[in-house]
């Protein structure tokens, strides 16, 4: 027992394999190393850490069971949500060569890009509210101290992954950025699955 977590070690792999799932936190922070170097995918990586944070602590406090109770407010969040990162992929579709990058390469609007993107995702609200008590023991459960502990846990484990992330996509762009026609071509992929996950966001129940 660790805090009141029961399982801490499961806890620990589950949050790895959920930071390993592709997503739209990853793809901004994959597109914000390769247009703004390592300093870009940091602050990427603190804008996701910033905005989970946000999300658990809203979840622990019982935002997401408003959010059941109204479902026209979810849904209004998940409209907002999906707009959102429709519109990113959508001018990243659109941008033609010489045009100014979706993602700028100054540091502090990586981290409001990543920041953004983290927060319009609604069901993280949902999935953390479902995912916490899986590892509370009542028994042994310390309130907002084991809340705490799980929500540091986190960042830790995202910070780690996103430096590891932001050095693996510097390195390969790196070698890329040589041939602009590859930075295109990226740049068009990313574009495609943003506007396939602001779809599925919006076409998901």
Known sequence: MFFGISDYSAFVAAIVLFLAIPGPGNLALITSTSKGGVPGGLMATLGVIAGDQVLMWLAVAGVATVLATYPAAFAAIQWLGAAYLAWLGFKMLMA????????NIRPRQFFQQALAITLLNPKAIVFYMAFFPLFVDPQTHLGWVSFGVMAATIAALTFL??????????????????????????EKVAGFFLVGFGLKLALSK
């Open 96 to 103: 033609k060569p010489g045009d100014a990058p979706v993602l």
């Open 161 to 186: 992954y996103g430096l590891g992330m932001t050095l693996l996509t510097h390195h390969l762009a790196e070698r890329m950025r040589a041939n602009p026609v590859v930075g295109r071509v990226l």
